[in-house]
């Protein structure tokens, strides 16, 4: 035996002049444990729909070890990763956040340019009244934690709402915000979140399942709903997670003192992420409201997303060209990170329109113009609006390592998905 995987069975559909893409598809994911789902819309049609259950166990909807948790309600997915399986969908939850904010800034009930405290009083505690809308969608805030303990929030905390939401409100900057720009990766949901329920009247997730997955027929949910259960298949890591020690370790590396403020809130992120995360293997976390990451859905109604973002879908389009020109403008490419941050800075550090990822060589999405969100593990939803391109992956395997360039899993799909459109290779 020579131990090589066998080649992962691909199931779906392409349309004529668009089989290098399930050829691709097949290349990318033939080293993946995990199961896979790929969707591309072009010009507002589906013209990829593709999936594989994975060539190991990672494929299969069987618990995490120790998954289940306290609840008692693990996992319940079916036997393999099928086409109407759903999984989560970390950061690319993100961008379904900053739809909702845009369809509200579209509809002139919310200006990105105010400040924050308009629509959340709260939120000009401690040297915050300045804070603007367009700060929180952009990473600018200075908020990357909940707490300033390097533990983090506990866990009975994280998982309620409100408090995370209190926990923001009565927080200090930990930099001047709108001066510089760092990932928030789970303080952004709640950020962007609260504006969204102070100014429609409900939680960011009700708001995405009433205007934005209904009227589309999507399935996505941030909250995942108990009949919908039966659908979820788990994510499985393919690495370790750091120790507390080692994330200790790595942001010392970067030149911080143990205890300065910005040090003890990589630290607490850190933590905070690891809790949330975890809480995605159980029915309580799944059915909790995490915006930043806990959104769960499928490559399909991704696609299906970013296409009535860029051009209309059955009739439906959600944002206007001005609105998703404006999303896409680089709000923070002139400003450094934080601190001794800035030293760190290069050519591929992250780059950030209104909500949404722009290109960069870790994370290419469609070239030039196109915007999305990549997740946690290798998840992607992006689009290109001159192309009328749009395109969903969702895996289970988290495999994806940022610091290595980008995720092996997108490049042979997405050059040919290009390649597909006529925009070459």
Same mark, same amino acid.
């Given at each position: 035996?020579?131990?090589?995987?066998p080649a992962p069975v691909v199931t779906g559909t392409v349309r004529p002049g668009w089989e290098g893409v399930r050829d691709a598809f097949a290349r990318g994911q033939a080293e993946d444990p995990g199961g896979a789902?790929?969707?591309?819309?072009?010009?507002?049609?589906?013209?990829?729909?593709?999936?594989?259950?994975?060539?190991?166990?990672?494929?299969?909807?069987?618990?995490?070890?120790?998954?289940?948790?306290?609840?008692?309600?693990?996992?319940?997915?079916?036997?393999?990763?099928?086409?109407?399986?759903?999984?989560?969908?970390?950061?690319?939850?993100?961008?379904?956040?900053?739809?909702?904010?845009?369809?509200?800034?579209?509809?002139?009930?919310?200006?990105?340019?105010?400040?924050?405290?308009?629509?959340?009083?709260?939120?000009?505690?401690?040297?915050?009244?300045?804070?603007? &809308?367009?700060?929180? #969608? /952009?990473?600018?805030?200075?908020? =990357?934690?909940?707490? +300033?303990?390097?533990? @983090? %929030? *506990? !866990?009975?905390?994280?998982?309620?709402?409100?408090?995370?939401?209190?926990?923001?409100?009565?927080?200090?900057?930990?930099?001047?915000?709108?001066?510089?720009?760092?990932?928030?990766?789970?303080?952004?949901?709640?950020?962007?979140?609260?504006?969204?329920?102070?100014?429609?009247?409900?939680? &960011?997730?009700?708001? #995405? /399942?009433?205007?934005?997955?209904? =009227?589309?027929?999507? +399935?996505?949910?941030? @909250? %995942? *709903? !108990?009949?919908?259960?039966?659908?979820?298949?788990?994510?499985?890591?393919?690495?370790?997670?750091?120790?507390?020690?080692?994330?200790?370790?790595?942001?010392?590396?970067?030149?911080?003192?143990?205890?300065?403020?910005?040090?003890?809130?990589?630290?607490?992120?850190?933590?905070?992420?690891?809790?949330?995360?975890?809480?995605?293997?159980?029915?309580?976390?799944?059915?909790?409201?995490?915006?930043?990451? @806990?959104?769960?859905?499928?490559?399909?109604?991704?696609?299906?997303?970013?296409?009535?973002?860029?051009?209309?879908?059955?009739?439906?389009?959600?944002?206007?060209?001005?609105?998703?020109?404006?999303?896409?403008?680089?709000?923070?490419?002139?400003?450094?990170?934080?601190?001794?941050?800035?030293?760190?800075?290069?050519?591929?550090?992250?780059?950030?329109?209104?909500?949404?990822?722009?290109?960069?060589?870790?994370?290419?999405?469609?070239?030039?113009?196109?915007?999305?969100?990549?997740?946690?593990?290798?998840?992607?939803?992006?689009?290109?609006?001159?192309?009328?391109?749009?395109?969903?992956?969702?895996?289970?395997?988290?495999?994806?390592?940022?610091?290595?360039?980008?995720?092996?899993?997108?490049?042979?799909?997405?050059?040919?998905?290009?390649?597909?459109?006529?925009?070459?290779?």
């Amino acid at each position: 035996m020579s131990g090589r995987r066998p080649a992962p069975v691909v199931t779906g559909t392409v349309r004529p002049g668009w089989e290098g893409v399930r050829d691709a598809f097949a290349r990318g994911q033939a080293e993946d444990p995990g199961g896979a789902q790929l969707a591309v819309r072009h010009g507002g049609r589906t013209v990829v729909d593709l999936w594989t259950p994975g060539t190991g166990r990672f494929g299969y909807g069987a618990a995490p070890d120790g998954a289940g948790g306290a609840d008692g309600a693990g996992v319940t997915g079916g036997e393999a990763f099928r086409a109407d399986s759903v999984g989560v969908l970390m950061s690319v939850s993100k961008a379904l956040v900053a739809v909702c904010a845009h369809l509200l800034i579209e509809r002139g009930v919310l200006d990105a340019d105010a400040p924050v405290a308009r629509h959340w009083p709260e939120f000009a505690a401690a040297g915050k009244a300045k804070t603007t &809308v367009a700060d929180l #969608l /952009a990473h600018r805030a200075g908020l =990357p934690a909940y707490t +300033d303990a390097p533990a @983090g %929030l *506990p !866990e009975a905390l994280l998982l309620n709402p409100t408090a995370r939401v209190r926990a923001l409100a009565a927080m200090s900057p930990v930099w001047d915000p709108g001066k510089a720009f760092l990932y928030h990766a789970l303080t952004y949901g709640d950020l962007v979140g609260e504006v969204v329920r102070r100014v429609s009247g409900e939680s &960011v997730g009700r708001f #995405l /399942a009433r205007e934005i997955a209904g =009227p589309l027929g999507l +399935d996505l949910w941030i @909250g %995942l *709903p !108990e009949q919908e259960e039966h659908r979820f298949v788990p994510q499985r890591a393919v690495r370790p997670d750091p120790t507390p020690g080692q994330v200790a370790q790595a942001v010392e590396r970067t030149g911080l003192a143990p205890d300065d403020r910005l040090a003890t809130s990589l630290r607490a992120s850190s933590a905070e992420l690891g809790r949330a995360t975890a809480s995605f293997g159980t029915r309580r976390g799944r059915a909790a409201e995490f915006p930043a990451a @806990g959104g769960i859905g499928d490559a399909r109604s991704l696609a299906r997303l970013y296409a009535a973002l860029v051009g209309p879908v059955d009739g439906v389009r959600l944002l206007s060209a001005a609105t998703v020109d404006r999303a896409r403008t680089p709000c923070t490419d002139h400003l450094p990170q934080p601190g001794v941050l800035h030293r760190l800075d290069g050519p591929d550090r992250s780059r950030f329109g209104l909500g949404f990822e722009l290109p960069r060589p870790g994370a290419p999405l469609l070239g030039k113009g196109s915007f999305g969100h990549a997740g946690a593990g290798g998840r992607l939803g992006m689009a290109l609006p001159e192309s009328g391109l749009a395109v969903g992956y969702v895996c289970t395997a988290m495999a994806w390592e940022p610091s290595a360039g980008p995720d092996p899993r997108w490049m042979p799909w997405t050059e040919a998905v290009r390649k597909a459109a006529g925009l070459g290779g």
